[in-house]
């Protein structure tokens, strides 16, 4: 493999628009106005859309990666964050709508089904599918798809440390610091990621298949940075966390082993492999630390961790079914095809 | 932290804490890989299972380095 050039050395181009609300953010961006519009255009958009999606997910990389051309003091611009903050409301209240809590609403209740694996084939399992019959070009797709996420992996977590104490603080850090590389940046995760991207031929350059991403991937990292950059929402934020770290290992080494079979690459191969020990680690350090840790000190906020769960599960479930909707009816399940 | 598994062959960890595997399911044996789990079919994921899952099956435990090191 030649030298390594960071994925994130520069800041990406505006996206395309993909409605009226993202085309305001774009243009307000791009153009260096004020944004423009109203809450009823809000009001009107679809939760889950690629419009709202898109104009949440451009917001939000003002405080991770900015823009080409888009001067960075926009990222505490506050008609922007207002803007943000309807779009938000909209977002987690349909979430809530779709992922409702019961009565007297557990963490142990909401994380217990992650816990229990499938036996056998699961038809609903994304991972499940990738590992028995995904293609090369499907794996390329899923990491195109992937990669506003892992490209960026664990930073929308960190946002959580300086919220929380104690126990929980110092088991979110030592995490933090595995998914960071250990002192070592060639192992930063989001590095071995851009070497998987590399290994089947992608593009690494930060942000450079956000156009070709559908809306329910992009609603998966949405709903981490919405989690991470509000203190009120600390507990939902570690319940995603758990989500991710829970399921993780298992997924990983089907998609290891979907590597492996494609002949993807060392890289590629070794990005899930990785994943399969050390998160292994992480849901015992996330579940008897990080969780009981904040919920010993703030009990109260037990039914938000147990929100953050549903939350994601559900976020994860919808680009699920969208992924294999596309797959088994042989289409590309990005919003462009990539080239080949 | 260094693991010995019964052929005498040594497996090294540096990890911040390492997770032994004591079910032997683990297909990255001596390290636990989450293959304790209890399993059911597909439509009973989402089932919520008994307590905490690997806290109350307790076949595996993640173990700060030095503790149970054989």
């Not at chain 1, 758990?242 to 399921?247: G, S």
Request: proline share 6%; glycine share 8%; net charge negative.
């Amino acid at each position: 493999m030649a030298t390594y050039r960071e994925s994130r050395a520069l800041s990406p181009p505006l996206p395309e628009a993909r409605g009226v609300v993202s085309a305001s953010v774009c243009t307000a961006l791009g153009e260096g106005r004020a944004v423009a519009i109203t809450p009823e255009t809000v009001a009107a958009a679809d939760p889950f859309g690629d419009d709202l999606q898109l104009a949440l997910h451009v917001l939000y990389e003002l405080h991770y990666q900015g823009f080409d051309g888009v001067d960075d003091r926009r990222e505490w611009d506050p008609e922007l964050l207002r803007l943000r903050h309807h779009l938000e409301d909209r977002f987690l209240g349909a979430v809530r709508e779709a992922a409702p809590g019961g009565e007297g609403d557990t963490v142990d209740e909401a994380l217990a089904g992650l816990l229990v694996e499938p036996r056998g084939h699961d038809p609903t399992s994304m991972t499940h599918f990738l590992q028995r019959e995904g293609t090369r070009e499907q794996l390329r797709e899923y990491a195109a798809l992937r990669s506003p996420y892992h490209l960026k992996e664990a930073d929308p977590h960190a946002w959580v440390l300086p919220r929380l104490h104690g126990r929980a603080k110092a088991g979110m850090v030592a995490v933090e610091f595995d998914e960071f590389g250990a002192g070592h940046p060639e192992s930063i995760h989001a590095r071995l990621f851009a070497d998987l991207m590399a290994d089947l031929d992608l593009d690494i350059r930060y942000g450079h298949y956000v156009d070709a991403t559908p809306a329910e991937a992009l609603a998966s990292v949405n709903l981490m940075s919405t989690l991470g950059l509000h203190r009120a929402r600390r507990g939902a934020l570690v319940g995603h966390f758990a989500v991710v770290e829970v399921t993780s290992s298992p997924g990983s080494r089907r998609l290891a082993q979907a590597m492996r079979r494609t002949g993807a690459g060392p890289a590629a191969e070794h990005f899930y492999d990785e994943h399969v020990e050390a998160d292994a680690v992480h849901e015992q350090v996330v579940r008897r630390e990080v969780v009981a840790g904040l919920l010993a000190d703030e009990p109260h906020l037990e039914p938000d961790v147990a929100f953050g769960v549903r939350a994601t599960v559900l976020v994860e479930d919808r680009l699920a079914a969208r992924l294999l909707n596309a797959w088994r009816a042989g289409r590309s399940a990005l919003r462009r095809p990539l080239p080949p | 932290m260094e693991a010995v598994d019964r052929a005498g062959k040594t497996c090294v960890s540096n990890r911040f804490v390492v997770a032994l595997c004591v079910c032997r399911r683990s297909r990255s044996y001596p390290w636990c890989d989450t293959s304790h789990r209890r399993r059911a079919r597909g439509e009973e994921r989402l089932d919520p299972a008994d307590g905490r899952g690997a806290r109350s099956g307790a076949q595996e435990e993640g173990g700060r380095d030095g503790g149970d090191v054989p």
